[in-house]
């Protein structure tokens, strides 16, 4: 909640202003007088009627009626459309606000767009929450609270102090909300205009930046679907509606999600950034910057904020490498010793038969080997590369999914994690995870002269989630068990033991899959081989 308060006297104004902060309130929208009784039908249509009149709304005020709920009223506007002509919906205001009356005399504005039911029970829910009998609320008390302040304050002040002005800004949002819902309804009427005879339902996705713009528009019948190419003067009409979301306090959509059927039921979806944007529909770094610098945000997601940073992060090509580690030994920089992983040689094993496991009942997830590392993404988008270097080294790195640290240093100013203080210079992008071209590496150890190193930041915290099951022999036995089923975890348990001492054999690994006549234990054998552990 929030508002601003103006006074005409100075000192009168500080005094409310501390009393207001020790109440925690900054606003108040006085609805009704009602003597504790519950609001009618006429009562809920005139309150909307106020509202809509004193604030300028684009909605009418003739004809309205109220449909009763448990808590309170739903007032609209009807609309009378030929339910016969599956196009008459084109006529429809779709997304036109309903107002909920609570019996408390609160008001709420929302879109039709909204599933009915669903804005029911949200209403009546922070109806119930506000514990008060009809007629009375917090608002109330805490206005009359207020009226008996500012009496009091100006009783014997001086001339000067004539009286006191309320903004809402929950009013100034809603009222942002209300338009860029509206604005809605003509993107919707002219994209069906677009479609085929007959067609059933149509999806249109929108990525907007200020300096570019995607758009994908599909329409259905039965199976089949047809592309639609999405004129200008549509695209000026989501741009419209793009500005003026951009002033809610969520700030611009990133894409607009649109699912229309013929009836005119129809879905609208902002997405902020929450998951990465589909292929196709991520634009280029420096769209999002321009589209920042427009529209600056007090939070990124982490992801995107890593990829409009690019590899000027956590970029570290031979020459820039070669200069940090020169840097570092100039001034003494020393990486920290870590004990945390297992050693080398363990964790190897134990990613190998893993890997195994997983390739021989044909699995889409868990770790794989590929000649000279291992790979792993996880089913949350954290993951890891194992790159196996010549002369006993390695160098382990990827990314924890929205780490703290990469939401610290690119939404809370704080530094980036130092990845690679003492780290030395043959650690270059060709051994690191393809995270680091987005700025999204959150840890980055490597093993040299038997141990492992990693900079100075602790980033230990952030390889749980990024490692498949390596840490001990049972955490590897029970992921490879859970993958080769009961009554395997003897067989498990062999292979692991030969295969870190470098002589798991052809007859291990089949021992796995025995119960398992569909599975690939060629893929399987394969795994141990391009680690170099099967004789």
């Known amino acids: 909640m929030g508002g601003t308060l103006r006074l005409s006297n100075v000192f009168a104004a500080a005094e409310l202003s501390e009393r207001l902060a020790v109440t925690g309130l900054f606003l108040v929208e006085m609805t009704a007088d009602r003597e504790g009784t519950a609001v009618d039908a006429a009562q809920a249509i005139s309150l909307v ?27 609209y506007a009807p609309v009378d459309v030929d339910e016969s002509d599956p196009m008459a919906f084109l006529d429809m205001p779709v997304g036109r606000s309903v ?9 709420e504005e929302v879109s039709s767009s909204i599933p009915p039911q669903q804005a029911l029970e949200q209403f009546t829910a922070r109806e119930r929450a506000s514990g008060h009998p009809p007629g009375e609320s917090d608002e109330a008390e805490f206005m009359a609270e207020f009226a008996r302040e500012f009496n009091r304050l100006t009783a014997d002040g001086p001339p000067g102090i004539s009286g006191f002005t309320v903004v809402d800004d929950r009013a100034e949002e809603a009222r942002i ?33 200020t300096s570019a713009e995607i758009a994908h528009l599909s329409f259905r019948s039965g199976p089949w679907a047809v592309p639609v190419p999405v004129p200008e003067s549509i695209g000026e009409l989501v741009r419209r509606q793009r500005h003026v979301a951009a002033q809610m306090p969520a700030g611009p959509w990133w894409r607009l999600l649109l699912a229309v059927t013929n009836r005119g039921e129809t879905s609208v979806n902002y997405d902020y950034g929450d998951e990465p944007f589909p292929d196709g529909q991520l634009m280029r770094p420096e769209h999002y910057r321009n589209d920042l610098a427009t529209y600056p945000r007090p939070q990124v997601p982490v992801w995107l904020a890593g990829y409009v940073a690019g590899p000027a992060a956590q970029g570290r090509d031979p020459q820039r490498a070669a200069a940090d580690a020169a840097g570092d030994t100039a001034a003494g920089r020393r990486a920290v010793a870590a004990d945390d992983l297992p050693s080398l040689r363990d964790l190897w094993a134990h990613w190998a ?33 194992l790159f196996l270097l010549p002369g006993g080294r390695a160098v382990l790195s ?57 900079g100075t930041t602790d980033t230990s915290a952030e390889l749980d989630a990024a490692l498949p099951a390596i840490w001990t022999p049972d955490d590897t036995a029970r992921a490879m068990v859970g993958q080769t089923g009961p009554g395997t975890a003897g067989p498990c348990g062999t292979l692991l033991t030969a295969a870190a001492n470098g002589h798991a054999t052809t007859a291990h690994v089949a021992a796995l899959f025995a119960h398992r006549p569909d599975a690939d234990v060629g893929a399987a054998v394969n795994q141990l081989s391009l680690a170099g552990l099967l004789t």
């Open 177 to 209: 909300a209300a338009e860029a819902s509206r604005l809605i309804e003509p993107i919707v009427q002219q994209l069906a205009l677009l479609g085929p005879p007959g067609w059933e339902r149509f999806s249109a996705e929108f990525a907007f930046t």
């Open 353 to 385: 038969v893993l890997s195994a496991a997983y390739a021989g009942v044909r699995s889409d997830w868990g770790p794989r080997v590929f000649p000279g590392h291992g790979w792993y993404e996880s089913d949350r988008r954290s993951g890891s590369t």
């Open 49 to 75: 009627v106020d509202r809509i009149r004193s604030r300028g709304l684009d909605y009418p005020t003739e004809g309205l009626e109220a449909d009763r709920f448990e808590t309170g009223w739903s007032v």
């Open 398 to 454: 990827g990314g924890r999914w929205n780490s703290p640290l990469l939401d610290a240093a690119y939404n809370g100013g704080a530094p980036l994690p130092d990845l690679y203080t003492g780290a030395p210079a043959w650690i270059t992008d060709s051994v690191l995870n393809t995270r680091n071209r987005n700025g999204l590496v959150t840890f980055c150890w490597w093993w040299v002269d038997g141990r492992w190193y990693r």
């Open 99 to 107: 107002f909920m009356v609570g019996d408390s005399g609160r008001i």
